[in-house]
């Protein structure tokens, strides 16, 4: 029995260290890549990264578990941001301390969107479960997987609560790549010998975070999100994690697909934003 996991404060911090790791590695990936400027700021236990403009990996990650900024902190990340005509986006959880949100209100930050952490421990024995006519394995076609990847994020599923953001295939297909290098490894689903779907997962510290999976549109509904999700929950207890995590928009038919495979709510994100000034 898969037993709903109990997200304490450290088990927050947990999860939230291992996303800034991976947001921190990626905007570094982005440097490699394009020789351009990106930034890391540290700030109290999370980092303020830019990788490039209109990236999505151009936010603050991991805050609220090492004590809250200080005002000439969120000054220079603010300036930071403002330099690259980019707002300033923080991703706060509901765990975090709440003195955080009240200063980040306070200072001109609107409150935008919402998206969910979900869970499930990985001890035990775990089966890869596929339906007939779906197959799914180690992608070694980069460019097959970049293009279901970014295709399936390109047109996203109407349930849910609608994205507040839209980001250009070919920033897309950049972030998702820098991803990669950043240490998550690329999985394709095919259907009846077509590339139907694709996602990717990272490894650290015990946690596996599943990076993202997309379905192409004409695959969708034929059970290849789950076969995804299967093979790389039992490659992750396999190479000794004990926890999955997944990010997702709330009431997505991602979320229904994650708990339907034993994944409970942790915690929520909220993403707050401030323009630039001056």
């Not at 020789?35 to 890391?40: D, I, L, P, Q, S």
């Not at 839209?166 to 259907?191: C, H, K, M, S, V």
Request: charged share 20%; hydrophobic share 40%; glycine share 10%.
């Amino acid at each position: 029995m898969n037993t709903p996991l109990f997200c304490s404060t450290d088990f927050a911090e947990r999860i939230e260290r291992a996303e800034m790791q991976m947001i921190v590695a990626a905007t570094e990936a982005t440097r490699r890549r394009t020789g351009t400027a990106v930034f890391v700021i540290p700030v109290v236990g999370g980092a303020a990264c830019y990788a490039e403009t209109g990236s999505p990996m151009n936010k603050v990650v991991g805050l609220g578990f090492g004590g809250a900024p200080s005002d000439g902190v969120l000054d220079e990340i603010e300036r930071a941001f403002a330099a690259h005509g980019t707002p300033t986006r923080v991703e706060l959880s509901n765990l975090a301390d709440p003195a955080i949100g009240a200063t980040l209100t306070s200072r001109g930050y609107q409150l935008v969107s919402f998206e969910n952490v979900l869970g499930r421990s990985l001890v035990g024995e775990l089966q890869q479960v596929t339906p007939p006519g779906v197959k799914v394995g180690l992608s070694d076609d980069r460019a097959a997987w970049l293009d279901v990847v970014v295709d399936g994020f390109a047109h996203p599923d109407a349930e849910g609560v609608p994205s507040h953001e839209e980001f250009p295939r070919e920033i897309l297909q950049n972030a998702i790549a820098d991803i990669e290098q950043a240490g998550a490894t690329p999985y394709l689903a095919f259907r009846e010998g077509a590339v139907a779907g694709g996602g990717s997962m990272r490894m650290s510290e015990g946690v596996a975070q599943l990076t993202g999976a997309a379905t192409a549109p004409a695959h969708r509904r034929c059970g290849v999100q789950n076969a995804l999700l299967s093979v790389r929950l039992a490659d992750a207890a396999n190479a000794g994690c004990d926890l999955a995590v997944v990010t997702t928009r709330p009431g997505s038919k991602s979320q229904q697909n994650v708990q339907r495979q034993g994944f409970h709510l942790l915690y929520s994100r909220a993403v707050l934003v401030k323009p630039p000034s001056g």
